[in-house]
């Protein structure tokens, strides 16, 4: 049987509804699960008018009531931060019920969800909220490179604040676990990346390295946990990359991670959230509002995201994983009805 993936819709008004339609659409998405959507029948239906996309059957959860001739592509309303967080909340109820096998989300505008009321900096921290989740990291992946972040979208000045022995720790102990659940790598190899130039240059550059960052390796490593001491970033990533000597990279800081990842992965690039009691991948990039509703955006993110929903509840599943599913598969849902379009 296979996986029953959820899908949201991310903002209404940016791209997140057609790279749903390609994504879907493709031939080779289809063949590896059951894509359920969360979203807006009419939004969807009016894009597949005007853009002629070629959509094969595909179920839609219909979660909203907008009028898509009033909507303004790429300036999202209350309605439709509403909308998209309700699409979240659904597929967290559907994934903690079993009802479908893994989440994938679209793009949503941090900024219009914090308009509307809702105080997360993004998807990840409310995921974490919604599954009662404390610790749980963001990773952002591709084939080439894997980067983890201690802190995620917090100002510059703020990071060295934000770095404790025990959450950089915890990042490392998180990561070595959802390696070994996720891509089946029993000791993977965690390089850890310093905050300052030179690694500090001993305490030259700034004393985080020997302060906080090889204290919190060390306590991994007295868990077996295989992480290196504090790497010089400039040079940290060619090591990852070229010399393929590690199977990840935790970072400090936002930047630090994603600069090198989306000069590789910039179109299919997937963000994991690591910790959840569910699975959970989206694409790696946000809701594109320039081009939105313009029939140009590139589906390869979703599509990469939707591929590894795939192969991390395929690899479960070989690992003893057993998920009821039932809901998904017979096309009922408790909630609301599901329709094909």
């Known amino acids: 049987m296979k996986p029953a993936i959820a899908i949201t819709m991310g903002d209404p008004t940016g791209v997140g509804p057609e790279v749903i339609l390609k994504a879907v659409s493709d031939k080779n998405i289809r063949r590896l699960c059951n894509p359920v959507i969360l979203g807006d029948e009419a939004v969807f239906k009016y894009l597949i008018s005007n853009f002629q996309f ?20 790429g300036k999202p309303d209350t309605a439709c931060a509403e909308a998209m967080m309700a699409y979240i909340r659904e597929a967290v109820r559907m994934a903690e019920a079993d009802d479908v096998d893994a989440i994938v989300t679209g793009p949503i505008s941090k900024e219009a969800i914090n308009k509307a009321g809702y105080n997360f900096h993004g998807h990840t921290e409310f995921l974490a909220h919604l599954t ?16 983890i972040l201690v ?28 390696f070994k659940r996720y891509f089946g790598i029993q000791k993977p190899r965690i390089a850890v990346a310093a ?43 060619y090591r990852a990359v070229k010399n393929k000597e590690f199977d990840c990279v935790v970072c400090m800081y936002h930047d630090q991670g994603l600069i090198p990842l989306k000069l590789l992965h910039f179109e299919d690039g997937v963000n994991v959230t690591l910790g959840l009691p569910i699975i959970r991948t ?11 509703w313009k029939g140009i955006a590139n589906p390869a993110s979703m599509k ?30 408790r909630v609301c009805a599901s329709r094909w379009i």
């Open 54 to 73: 070629p959509i094969s059957n595909f179920k839609i959860i219909n979660l909203s009531n907008l009028n898509p001739a009033k909507l303004k592509p």
């Open 132 to 147: 009662k989740t404390k610790d749980f990291r963001m990773m952002l992946a591709g084939s080439a490179l894997k980067v």
């Open 151 to 178: 802190t995620i979208h917090e100002s510059i000045k703020n990071v060295p604040g934000l770095l404790t022995k025990e959450n950089i720790f915890k990042t490392i102990k998180i990561t070595n676990e959802s």
């Open 195 to 237: 905050l300052n130039p030179h690694a500090g240059e001993g305490g030259l550059f700034g004393d985080e390295e020997k302060r906080i960052i090889i204290p919190a390796v060390k306590k991994a490593r007295q868990l077996g946990i295989h992480a290196s001491y504090p790497l010089p970033p400039d040079t940290l990533f």
């Open 282 to 292: 989206s694409v790696d990039h946000g809701t594109a509002y320039d081009i939105a």
């Open 304 to 333: 990469a995201a939707i591929e590894m929903a795939v192969e991390i509840v395929v690899r479960e599943k070989k690992m003893g994983v057993v998920r009821k599913r039932g809901a998904a598969q017979q096309g009922y849902f």
